[in-house]
């Protein structure tokens, strides 16, 4: 747990959750299934050239938050401070050169904010990947990339990036990821102990949960069921399936519906929401107008840091959580030894070039360069 703001648990008194890769993680084989389907419908239905299925999906290839030139077909990692991250570039599978890169953005590695900006990291020129989802989406963007720029065809990376996106999009959309899941949930599921855990101890100590998540409820359902038993819903004092986020957290154009026992449509009028009744749709607005649930009291996770966290907290006051797997490695990393010594020397070194910086004579110039160059290799 890493806090970058105080928070006392002692005012929280509502905890809320999103479903996928929050409250159910997923392993990495889900990944390769997203990419193998959409790259097969890009090749089938959008008819792009059956080279491109001999490319099969590479694990670490992208992370999370990396932003793509929809325009020049490039992968790369931009700075808070819109900076290319010189050396993160890549076309297709291949980095590309330093050079090339400030050449292509007239002599500069900064990115103007109106084309990276817009609030959900779609700017006009640049995109965002910031759900664990769109890993496969960038992996098969650089191999596509790959596949026409390694055989010479000329190609629009516009339409190639909004043809992925369609793909990725229908693996959704015809529920092939739901179907993966639901039939197989101990290969695709993990540390659903951990979940129930979590989930009783707020229980238990009088704490409301709610959960609010797009994933239809007969998936939910299952999953909860797996991962915390079956009466997994008398924890939750509200449940809400098939949002619509971000529009759930910024419109108030959908009005709630309710859910019947066999998962229905009803048409009655939402006059409250009720412990022990599943929800459809709705809006932000409508949810605080019923519970009251606003400011810091309440406590929401989630694992996008877009659509699920910062409205809430910009907007409305809610205290948020983000579920950030990749920290597992990180603090992995920066525990071992390895990593102090490195740390330890390199504060040193800062040190060091602080004070020889005033000396201006050749020899402790050359010694400063050197110092430099250590420091480079040692970040």
């Known amino acids: ?45 959008y008819k792009y050239p059956e080279g491109i299925s001999k490319y099969d999906y590479i694990p670490n290839f992208a992370a999370r938050g990396l932003h793509y030139d929809i325009q020049k077909g490039l992968l790369m990692k931009i700075d808070a401070f819109h900076y290319i991250q010189l050396g993160t570039v890549y076309r297709g599978l291949n980095p590309v050169p330093d050079e090339e890169v400030l050449e292509l953005y007239g002599g500069t590695n900064h990115v103007p904010l109106e084309e990276v900006s817009g609030f959900y990291g779609k700017g006009p020129v640049m995109k965002q990947f910031m759900d664990v989802f769109s890993i496969p989406e960038m992996t098969l963007l650089a191999a596509a990339n790959d596949y026409f720029n390694s055989n010479d065809i000329e190609y629009d990376p516009g339409h190639l ?6 793909a990725i999009g229908m693996v959704h959309i015809k529920g092939y990821m739901y179907k993966w899941i639901m039939q197989d949930l101990e290969k695709y599921i993990l540390r ?34 797996y991962m915390v038993g079956k009466d997994w819903r008398d924890l939750f004092d509200i449940v809400i399936v098939q ?3 971000p529009h759930f957290f910024n419109s108030c154009g959908k009005p709630f519906r309710r859910l019947d026992s066999n998962g229905d449509l009803q048409w009655d009028k939402i006059k409250s929401l009720d412990k022990g009744q599943v929800y459809k749709q709705g809006n932000l607005f409508d949810f605080l107008r019923l519970t009251g649930w606003r400011g810091s009291k309440v406590l929401y996770f989630g694992d996008h840091l877009y659509s699920d966290l910062a409205d809430l907290m910009l907007r409305h006051g809610w205290r948020t ?18 990593y102090a010594q490195g740390l330890t020397w390199l504060q040193a070194l800062t040190g060091l070039l602080e004070r020889m910086q005033m000396h201006r004579d050749p020899e402790s110039k050359k010694v400063l360069q050197d110092w430099l160059k250590e420091r480079e290799e040692l970040r």
Request: hydrophobic share 35%; aromatic share 12%; glycine share 4%.
């Open 1 to 45: 747990i890493y806090a970058n703001n105080e928070v006392d648990l002692d005012e929280v008194e509502i905890y809320g959750f999103d479903y996928d890769y929050t409250l159910a993680l997923y392993s990495n084989t889900l990944d390769t299934m997203i990419y193998n389907t959409a790259r097969d419908f890009l090749v089938k239905h």
């Open 161 to 166: 990036y909004k043809d992925v996106s369609d």
């Open 192 to 225: 659903g102990d951990e979940t129930y855990a979590v989930l009783h101890r707020l229980a238990s100590h009088g704490k409301k949960l709610f959960l609010i998540t797009n994933s239809p409820f007969s998936f939910v359902d299952k999953g909860m069921k």
């Open 243 to 245: 949002a619509d986020k």
């Open 321 to 338: 959580g983000a579920i950030v797997p990749e920290l597992e490695v990180e603090t992995r990393v920066v525990n071992t030894e390895q």
